[in-house]
Nanobody, 127 residues
Framework: QVQLVESGGGLVQAGDSLRLSCAAP????????MAWFRQGPGKEREFVVA????????YYADSVKGRFTISRDNARSTVYLQMNSLKLEDTAVYYC????????????????????WGQGTQVTVSS
């Protein structure tokens, strides 16, 4: 069910930065793990990063490690994705997702494992 709200997407140039936000107006217990996925043109949806609320642990896809940073404001039920040094291949619709399960207790890199997700925000990186 779609209940999260992403924002912050846009058109940027390669090398630029962008910060995405995701508001989660869902029950607090449903946001134990928050994650970002993305789907580029003609590609399947892929995992970007996940973060556990209780553990504070984070897991990043190799393609974004060192460039993207996830953070959470639990009081506001909001998760952010800071994207630096953007590349052309980062062009995609970015989706956030929420799960009630702790990070290491389910397949956090599988879209279908999440309980809530948003409608996505478009990020376009141009040369």
């Amino acid at each position: 069910q779609v209940q999260l709200v992403e924002s912050g997407g846009g058109l940027v140039q390669a090398g630029d930065s962008l910060r995405l936000s995701c508001a989660a107006p869902v029950p607090f217990f449903s946001t134990e793990t928050m994650a970002w996925f993305r789907q580029g043109p003609g590609k399947e949806r892929e995992f970007v990063v996940a973060m556990g609320r209780t553990s504070g642990l984070t897991y990043y896809a190799d393609s974004v490690k060192g460039r993207f940073t996830i953070s959470r404001d639990n009081a506001r039920s909001t998760v952010y994705l800071q994207m630096n040094s953007l590349k052309l291949e980062d062009t995609a619709v970015y989706y956030c997702a929420a799960s009630k399960f702790r990070l290491n207790t389910f397949r956090y890199n599988s879209w279908s494992e999440y309980d809530y997700w948003g409608q996505g925000t478009q990020v376009t990186v141009s040369s």
